[in-house]
């Protein structure tokens, strides 16, 4: 039942464009001036390159950082997506204060790259949509939701003029109309489905707050765009989804994001920051895909990264809550499940405590006569909440928040449906978060990402040793350790092979090496620690120079050359 | 009969339809061989040259540029008489996106060939050209077949495009390919001495290793021969002890299609995303846009099979029964055409493809799809049984006159000393030879024309006006499918593919009241849409073989006129104009 009351709240926070929901702070436009300002302030360690351009047009923009940022792509990189999702228009301002925030601490940005992509979908936040447009995450490629070939004729309209999307609820509609919810008997603002079991009729159909502008019998069902980019990605794909697109990757925004991701094959963690979180709780490690050979969202050998990264978010964001949503198509995914990349997904914030209910008042003498204190809507509910969430949003809104979360329920008179009224949560309320939270929000981002850097993988050749067995044969020895704390390859990325391996190199030619291979490759080196030893035997003059070499792509190329008995130290050489 | 009668007739016949010459080759404007096998210079120049040679039937056009920059060709056959391209079902025709199957060239050069020679002379291809639109890609894969034409290989290999990739991680791509150590220009097989070997030399014929059995003795000691088998012909290039493991290219554009695709752990030769290639995105884009296409055929070889969809187990669910009695009807008349082929299901029959062309075509875009695997080796016997190896011998030896071997030669090879080297070329399988080319080609464009003809036809089989009293009327209409493919495939209804078909009824002075299907094509009722009355959504479309009713409720004056209308993606849309009779 929770699930059903789920859905209405879904379907409610799916409204307006992106710029509204809070009266937060920089909109994503004025985030994007501030990142160009970051830029055209400190072009040695900032970059701005366009990687793509949105369907209507609208750039798409990675801020590059690193202490030398025209060396940055000799470095490990780290990766933050943000400005997915319609509903979470700060995301753009949190991604730019977070790189912002990286600038500030110079030792993160040695030997290190961030690349930030903080508006991924800009069509949701600057194309002009209808007045009020409803697509939380689409683009807008003209898309024919109801298949009548007329494209995008019958959007959402803001009938009320309050500015925003909400939804519409009909009491007692006819009988071509059947009712499919009730007011929620915790509070009747909360429409829920009914519950048989319960003994519960439904009373109402509920609509998205608009008009039936093509005359085929349904309201606001094809609104303006488009493919949802954040449904589109290979993973778990949701083809026929009528917001997934055509094929996976058929949208100009994902074929920028992965196009970027694949010629940047140095990035070695990512976060993204949209509808998804796989931080505040750490997602099911056992399941798998249908074919039974990809985790649906975090293979089982991975979890103790999970484990530990996920309670360092808690810490930084201090959040405690988060969505479940569904992650089919995501970036986030596919830059784990099918590139092997550790990526964290966040929805940045999630539902706060709301102040405690006031007290009911007591059945004793009022202290003064003007003292009686209103009965809260959600006090002492008759039955069980059955929505946690939906209740909790509500509580914080009209005990917290002076009620602005919710538009209460007033009576319109709809041209085709007759007497409605329209209502419902604010949309944005429950994903954007308030301005007084972003700042912690920044502070979170750039921590979590410093993290990533500070934790990654660090391949180290050695206890590189050469002694002369024999008179011409050499007993070469080494080993490649993992000093950082992540792996080298996650275990996903050993599944999918996409992780880079380490490969080790000796430079002699193979007839004269008697022992050990020429050259091996190392599917990874675990974290804290993870350790490869070698030992060849090999045919060679005193005077000889053999490089011995291992090659980690996102670091690079450790060099020690031996002659006879002596090994000079293990360099790093870039390409 | 007498001669004179019988002479009369033949003259006519001669002179209405030229079908009396059916037992000579149909005249042509461009001659081609269909004995031999053309590399892809000669497959753009033949091309070319039918689509100069019959203007008014094939236009061809570049639809993109391959990995290694050589043009991607499509060519459209319709008869503009009958309607331009886009109002007419479609078949797609492609070859080759395996670059060393290259008879699906020839295959689908043959189709266009024999179709333009065939319009205005052979009354049965004439109406099937006129009925429908044909779109020809002679090879997905231009790089590879290059390469198998011009690069040592044996009859597996250059199946990939050209893109270097890394095979084996080391950081650099295709540096371990094979090598040609006999200079025979294929890639032959190698051997070596061994006094533990698991082969020993025929006595009868010693080109012939056998292996030996590994059964024990009844001493319980384990026999030996004295070769053993020493991979394929090349040495290690890049020193990692390894041969051949790192050739060019390194993928497979058949598992690089969307829909099913699944990454390269799960399905080998996928590809980094779904469409990465730049020949797979091409097509994809340019079939997207095509959506009058409703039937494919994408030939590959090798092995005699009718192949279908689904490529995987998980997927068997998505094709309905009724999807299947097409599929079905149209592969058991293949399985009759085409000898020694059979009628197979991908996962099933042969095995697990994800990102398979036809899949998309037909899962995605709910389109009746198949897959041919040219040539058997059980047409050498012709006795539907596969040869032994001693009549491979004896077929190489005696028809092919040993041009598809080369002896065994000894070389000194750096990593394994002596080693022969030799044994049958690229040519020697997986391919016809060339004399039994061309009936391979025609019964396989046989089979697509029968394919082609099955694309829905529609007709109204009748639209009857009946009095219901006063000025209203009721417009009963019937329409058939006279074809085996449904306008709407069940997988297309169902996952809501593309537009549904819609039926019309609009005339000036006509008031369409009310409208919608007939739930049984001789009952008395209808089911009235609540919207839109004068334009019906059919979701599920004619079926194939099949009439189905609609009624409307008009109200008109008498003499009142007004046209029927009913149209779709996938078959050249039908209208048939109503009169309102004058009151009796």
Redesign the interface.
Known sequence: MMLTILAIVTALSVATSGDQPTESSITPKEAMIRAHALAASDSGRVAIVTIGKSWSGHLIEAIVLSDKVSDAANHPAFLLVSGLDGMRPSSVSIAVNAAKRLLDTPEILKDNTFYVIPCANPDVYFAPRSKSSASGNRNHRPFDED???RVDEDPPVDLDGDGVITQMRRINPPA?DPPTHLPDPTDVRLMRTADATKNQRPTHTIYTEGIDAD???FVAEDDIGGVDIDRNF??RWP??DPSAG?????EPESQAI?TFV?EHPRIVASLVIGRWDNLVKTPDSQAKD??G??PLALDSGDLAIWSEMGRKWRDLSGGARAVDVDPSGSLALWLY??RGIPTFATQSWGRPDASPAPPLAEPVAPVTADATTPVSPVAQPAEKLEDEEATGWLAWSDRDQAGKGFIEWKSFKHPTLGDVEIGGFRPGFRSDPPLAEVAKLDDAVAGFISELARRQPRVVLRNVTSRESAPGIYEIEAEIVNTGWFPTATAMGK????SD?V?VRLSL??DRIQSG???T?VDGLAGAGGQKSFRWLVQASPSESIVLET?W?PMGTIRASITGDRVSEAKVVNP | MNLIRLLSILTVSLAMTPTALCQQQLAGSVDVAWNRFYDYPEVLAISRSLANSYPNLLTLEEIGTSSLGRPLIVLTLNSPKTGPASSKPAMWIDGNIHGNEIQATETVLYSMDYLCRAYGKVPALTQLIDQSVFYFMPSVNPDGRANWFNSQNNSHSSRTGMQPTDDDRDGTADEDGPDDLDGDGSTGQMWRKDPLGTHRRNVRDPRIFDRISQDPRPDGTIEHGDWSHAGSEGIDNDGDGRINEDGPGGYDMNRNWPGDWQPEHVQGGAGVVPLCFPETKAIASWILKHPNIAAAQSYHNAGGMILRGPGAKERESEYSGSDRETYDSIANAGAEMLPFYRSMVIYKDLYTVHGGFVNWVAESLGVISFTNELWSDKRILQSGNDPSSEEMVRWRDRLLFGQTTTDWKEIQHPEYGTVLVGGTNKWSSRIPPPFMLEEECHRNFAFTAFHAGQMPLVRFDSVKVQPLGGDVWIVTVDISNDHRIPTRTDRASTKRIGFPDRLSLRGSGIKVISGGPMPQRLGTTFEPVRFDPNSLQVEKGIPGLSTRAFRFVVQALPGASGTVQFGGEKFKSIEQSITIPAKQ
């Open positions: 298949r009548d070939g071509n005359s085929d019998g290979p993973h083809e026929f055509s094929y996976q990757l058929s992965s694949l249908v074919t050979r990809t499940a099918h599944i999918n092979q996409q391996p490969v030619p193979k291979q020429r050259v490759i090659t792509k």
